[in-house]
C-alpha cells in the first residue's frame, strides 16, 4: 500500500511539474502551494480511507476466526461424558483447564472456559421452598476467546447448556452460596471469588465470578468441615478472606466455610474500593520532621482471644517526611509515635477512611515526654472539629486550661536574664528597665523593690519567638488574670505586641487593642485577632501599682495563634505526671462536659460537646 502511494505520489508530482514547463504563462508560486494542497488533501483522503477498509478487514477476519474456535470448544464439552464436563479441581470438577491456548493463521488466542452447575427451580432450589437435595440439574458452559495482541479489548463469548441423560449430581454433595457485599451492604456484581479445598474429594481450585447480586452459587461439592477456604477481589479494591487457623491467629473470625450433606452453607465477605492515606510528618512551625517511624493500625480484627489487627503495621516517613500508604480498607486508623509526641493531626486521629478515596494526614510533632494528652472536641450533631473550645485539665498539683484549635508559645520563667534576642532559652529574655524582678521569685513576674518599697512600674521586653510560618494570632492568657485591685489598682498587668515577617526589622512597633501605640491589652482587653499576621512574634509587659507596699505578679503568659498547620478542634498538654486527671470541657451554648482520664504514655481522648 505504502509503494503504491508513493508512485501516485511521483506521477501526480510529475504531471504537475511537466505542466509548469509546457505552460508559456506560468504559474505564481501561491498557485503551485494551493494545487499542491488540494493534491495532498486529497491524497491523504484517499490514504485514510483505505487504511480504515483494511482495519476492517481485518477485524472481520479475526472475529470469523474466534467463531470458529468458540464453536470448537463448544462441540469438544457436548461431546464428553457428563460427568467429565467441569474444570480440573474445579466445581464441577472435570478434565478441562480453565485457560488454553490456540494458534490459528499464526495469530495467538486466549480462551478462557467457565462450567457452572445450575439449580433451576423447577424442582426446587438449595435451602429454597421446596428444598431441592441434589440442585446440580444441569451444567452451564461458557468459553470466551482474546487476541491479546490484537489490542482486543472486549472478548468474545459463547455457552451452551449440557444436561445428563438421567439422574441429577451426587447426592451426598452440598452447596456454597458466597455473597459478596460492599462497606454500605450493596452487592458486588464480577467481583473475583476464589474457593480452595485440598481435604475434599475430589480437591476444589476454583476461580469464578459474582453474579449481578454479587453472589457466587457452587452446587453439588464434595462435603468437608471448614475445608473451604475464600477470598474475594476486584481490580481497584480491597480484598476479603477467610482464614484457616495458625499460631498467630488460633482462632479466627472468618474460618473456611464448612459444607454439609443436602445442605446450603452461606457465607458474606465485604471488599470495597482502594483508598490511600498520604501521610507528612511535620512540626508546629510546619516544616518537615523526617524519617519518622509511625504505627499504624485499625479496628477491624481478623481472630479473636488474642486479638488479631487486619491492620497493625510499622511505617517510617521519608527524608522529606512523606509516607505514602497505599491500597487501604475502610476503617478507622491510629496513628502512634515513638521518638515524638502527638501535638495534634488534620484530620483528627483517628483517621476515618472511606473507601475510594486519597487521604492527605499531617502529623505535628512534639518533642516526646513520659506522658501527655491529646483532646479532640467535636461537635455531636454534625461531628465536626470544634475550636475555640476550653479545655481544662486538674489533678494534684496540676490545673490547666487550654483551647482547642490554635497553637501556643509561652514563657513561664524569666530567671535566665536578658540579653538574648531570639528566643532559644525559654528562662530569658531581651531587655527590660530594671525595675521588674525575674528572680526573687523563680518562675515569677514582680515590681523590683527600690528600698523597703517596690517600684510603681518597671516594664519587660521579650525575646523574638519564631513560629516558622505566617501566623494569625488569637489571643493573649496569663497567670493570674486576676490581681488585687485594691492594693494594686486596676490595669496593673498590660501587654504590648509586635509582629513582623523579618526576625531583625529596623524597628518593633509595639502596640495594643486597637492596633496603635496608644493603647495596651489588659484583662479586659486580650484578643489578638486584629492584629497584623507574622512570622516573627514579641510581646513587652508592664506591671504598675498604686501602692507600693504592693506588687502585682505574672506567672505565666501564653499566646495563641493559627497556622495552616493548626490542628482543628485539638488541643495538647505534654510533660504529664501518670495518674489521673478530671478533663473539663465547655464553650458558650454547649452542655459541658466533665470526664476522669487516666494518662499513662502518650494518651488520645475523643470527646463530643452537645449544644444546650
Known amino acids: 500500500m505504502d509503494f503504491e502511494f508513493n508512485l501516485a505520489l511521483e506521477i501526480g508530482y510529475l504531471k504537475l511539474m511537466s505542466k509548469l514547463k509546457t505552460n508559456q504563462k506560468g504559474f505564481t508560486l501561491i498557485e503551485v502551494i494551493v494545487g499542491l494542497a488540494v493534491f495532498m488533501v486529497f491524497a491523504v483522503g484517499v490514504y485514510t480511507s483505505t487504511q480504515y477498509i483494511f482495519k476492517i478487514v481485518y477485524s472481520s477476519r479475526l472475529k470469523i476466526l474466534e467463531i470458529q ?13 457428563f460427568e467429565s464436563v467441569g474444570i480440573v479441581n474445579g466445581s464441577p470438577a472435570g478434565l478441562l483447564q480453565r485457560i488454553a491456548t490456540s494458534t490459528r493463521n499464526g495469530i495467538n488466542f486466549t480462551i478462557t472456559r467457565t462450567i457452572r452447575n445450575i439449580d433451576d427451580p423447577f424442582d426446587g432450589t438449595a435451602g429454597g421452598s421446596p428444598n431441592d437435595t441434589a440442585p446440580a440439574d444441569y451444567k452451564l458452559a461458557e468459553v470466551e476467546i482474546v487476541c491479546s495482541s490484537c489490542n482486543q479489548n472486549t472478548p468474545l463469548r459463547l455457552s451452551t447448556y449440557v444436561a445428563p441423560k ?26 473475583t471469588v476464589h ?19 454479587g453472589m457466587l452459587r ?32 488460633p482462632n479466627p473470625i472468618k474460618q473456611p466455610a464448612t459444607v454439609v450433606v443436602k445442605d446450603v452453607t452461606k457465607i458474606s465477605l465485604s471488599i470495597d474500593l482502594a483508598s490511600a492515606m498520604v501521610i507528612s510528618t511535620i512540626n508546629n512551625s510546619c516544616q518537615p520532621v523526617v524519617n519518622v517511624p509511625i504505627n499504624v493500625y485499625g479496628t477491624k480484627k481478623i481472630g479473636d482471644d488474642p486479638d488479631v489487627l487486619k491492620l497493625n503495621q510499622n511505617i517510617t516517613t521519608n527524608g522529606s517526611g512523606i509516607y505514602n500508604f497505599n491500597n487501604l480498607e475502610w476503617d478507622a486508623y491510629t496513628l502512634r509515635l515513638s521518638n515524638y509526641d502527638l501535638i495534634g493531626s488534620i484530620p483528627a486521629s483517628p483517621i476515618n477512611l472511606n473507601p475510594g478515596v486519597n487521604q492527605p494526614v499531617q502529623l505535628i510533632l512534639g518533642s516526646a515526654t513520659a506522658n501527655s494528652l491529646l483532646v479532640s472536641v467535636v461537635d455531636g450533631i454534625t461531628n465536626q472539629p470544634m475550636a475555640s473550645t476550653n479545655v481544662r485539665v486538674t489533678a494534684s498539683g496540676y490545673d490547666t486550661t487550654k483551647i482547642t484549635g490554635v497553637g501556643y508559645i509561652n514563657q513561664t520563667d524569666w530567671s535566665g536574664g536578658m540579653n538574648q534576642p531570639i528566643m532559644i532559652d525559654p528562662s530569658k529574655y531581651w531587655t527590660g528597665d530594671g525595675k521588674i524582678n525575674t528572680t526573687i521569685s523563680v518562675g515569677n513576674l514582680k515590681l523590683k523593690k527600690n528600698g523597703t518599697k517596690y517600684y510603681s512600674s518597671g516594664n519587660l521586653e521579650s525575646s523574638t519567638f519564631d513560629l516558622g510560618i505566617t501566623s494569625n494570632f488569637v489571643n493573649l492568657i496569663w497567670k493570674p488574670l486576676g490581681q488585687s485591685i485594691p492594693q494594686v489598682g486596676v490595669h496593673s498587668v498590660r501587654y504590648q505586641v509586635a509582629t513582623s515577617n523579618s526576625s531583625t526589622p529596623a524597628i518593633w512597633n509595639y502596640i495594643g487593642y486597637d492596633g496603635t501605640s496608644a493603647t495596651y491589652f489588659d484583662e479586659n482587653n486580650f484578643s489578638l485577632i486584629d492584629i497584623p499576621a507574622g512570622r516573627y512574634f514579641r510581646y513587652k509587659i508592664f506591671l504598675s501599682t498604686i501602692n507600693t507596699s504592693y506588687t502585682p505578679t505574672v506567672s505565666d503568659l501564653a499566646i495563641t495563634y493559627i497556622t495552616s498547620c493548626t490542628p482543628p478542634g485539638q488541643t495538647y498538654f505534654g510533660n504529664l505526671s501518670a495518674q489521673n486527671y478530671t478533663v473539663t470541657i465547655f464553650k458558650d451554648g454547649y452542655q459541658t462536659s466533665t470526664q476522669a482520664m487516666a494518662v499513662s504514655g502518650d494518651t488520645l481522648l475523643g470527646a463530643k460537646l452537645i449544644a444546650s
Open 69 to 81: 474456535i468458540l464453536n470448537e470448544q463448544v462441540e469438544i464439552i457436548r461431546n464428553l461424558p
Open 166 to 191: 438421567n439422574l441429577e449430581g451426587n447426592p451426598n454433595h452440598g452447596a456454597l452460596f458466597i455473597l459478596v457485599l460492599n462497606a454500605n451492604g450493596d452487592p458486588v456484581q464480577g467481583a
Open 218 to 249: 457452587l452446587v453439588d461439592i464434595a462435603t468437608g468441615t471448614n475445608a473451604y477456604g475464600v477470598t474475594v477481589s476486584k481490580n481497584g479494591y480491597t480484598s476479603d478472606q477467610t482464614n484457616f487457623a495458625t499460631v498467630a491467629n
Open 195 to 213: 474457593v480452595v479445598a485440598t481435604s475434599t474429594n475430589p480437591i476444589l481450585d476454583l476461580t469464578d465470578t459474582t453474579d449481578n447480586d
